[in-house]
């Protein structure tokens, strides 16, 4: 087990879900772009004061700012990484391997479902920040409604999880995702996930995968 891994899939396709627990089974260090620039945002940082309109808008912040950022919180010799949101087109797929992942193996997991059911998912998601808890009001509520079972905090309707915002999010994903898979079905290093299974099952997908 020494390959890096790349989580692919559209917003509200499970990446982080099923980050939570490779990472607790396998012991990867999970590294989400998301979550560094909402850490920004939280933090009113110069940076995070920058991005906060572009995420609400959901667009994408730019290459270079997220790519400095990957740096600045990764240490490729030390870690066996989780790429949790990042390459999200061509370009930081090229970055990517470059600037990090060179002279490193790794693999790509695409997270295969249909982007209409999608819209629903991410609108019903419910987060613990403080946790990293996944809920959601349909498929995963918490056992106390707005209240994380593990931490006890408030859970946080993300402010990018709203129709309009995530119809933006699907289309630059619909826009940006073949030749992000290409490149990596080209290399021989994309494994597609049936990302619609219940969690349980695409996990055990995945550990198979991984060992
Ligand atoms: P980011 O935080 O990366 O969000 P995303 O990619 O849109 O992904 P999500 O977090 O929405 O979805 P997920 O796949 O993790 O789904 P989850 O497991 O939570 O990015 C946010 C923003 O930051 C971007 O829009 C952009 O502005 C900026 N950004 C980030 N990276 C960038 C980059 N590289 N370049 C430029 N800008 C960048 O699951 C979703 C819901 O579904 C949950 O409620 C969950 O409980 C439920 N669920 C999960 N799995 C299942 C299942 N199998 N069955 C039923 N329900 C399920």
Do not use: W
């Not at 879900?17 to 620039?37: C, K, M, N, P």
């Not at 490729?76 to 797929?93: H, M």
């Not at 490193?104 to 613990?128: G, H, P, Q, T």
Request: charged share 30%.
């Amino acid at each position: 087990m020494n390959t890096q891994l790349i989580l692919l899939g559209a917003p509200g396709s499970g990446k982080g879900t099923q980050a939570a627990r490779i990472v607790s089974e396998f012991g990867y260090t999970h590294i989400s772009t998301g979550d560094l620039l909402r850490s920004e945002i939280a933090k009113e940082s110069e940076l995070g004061l920058r991005v906060k309109a572009i995420m609400a808008a959901g667009d994408l912040v730019s290459d270079d700012v997220v790519l400095e950022l990957l740096k600045a919180n990764c240490d490729i010799a030390k870690n066996l990484y989780l790429f949790d949101g990042y390459p999200r087109n061509i370009d930081q797929v090229e970055a990517l391997h470059k600037n990090i992942l060179s002279g490193f193996k790794s693999k790509a997991l695409y997270f295969d479902i249909d982007l209409d059911i999608l819209e629903k998912r991410v609108i019903n998601r419910r987060v613990a920040p403080k946790s990293g808890e996944i809920y959601n009001l349909i498929s995963r509520p918490s056992k106390v409604e707005g209240i994380c079972d593990i931490s006890g905090e408030e859970l946080v309707h993300r402010k990018d999880d709203n129709v309009e915002t995530v119809r933006n999010r699907l289309n630059i994903f619909k826009a940006e995702i073949e030749p992000i898979l290409s490149y990596y079905e080209s290399k021989g290093n994309l494994e597609r996930i049936d990302a619609l299974l219940a969690p349980d099952e695409i996990f055990e997908n995945i550990s198979k995968i991984i060992k």
